[in-house]
């Protein structure tokens, strides 16, 4: 019963600590996000001359992100999150273990933006 009301109720701090940090001019924070993105690749099969990882442009070094640390933010997180995005610089499914996050996310509205190649 408490569960289905953690979300509501982080949402509701979470606009408290914007609107308040708003009107005070200082960043004032509560709550958990409700939403969240990551990056499981930074690595891309294209090489897109607008994108920074296909065009090689990007300084940082190419990874992939561990999951275990996927898995220990979504334990933590994943009471309160809508929303989860699995992209952003990279392909996420060039992840040998693609299938272990989805699979750790089962339970939240997860979006995966794909360039459609696997």
Known sequence: MIQSFKKPANLLIAAYSYIKSSACGSPDIYGLPGSLSAELTNTCNLHCPQCSSGSGLMERSRGFMETN?????????????????????????????????????????TVVSTNGHY
């Open 69 to 109: 640390l996927f898995i220990k933010v979504i334990k933590e997180l994943g009471p309160y999150l809508y929303n989860l995005n699995l992209y952003f610089q990279g392909e996420p499914m060039l992840h040998p273990l693609f299938s272990t996050f989805l699979y750790s996310s089962r339970d939240i509205h």
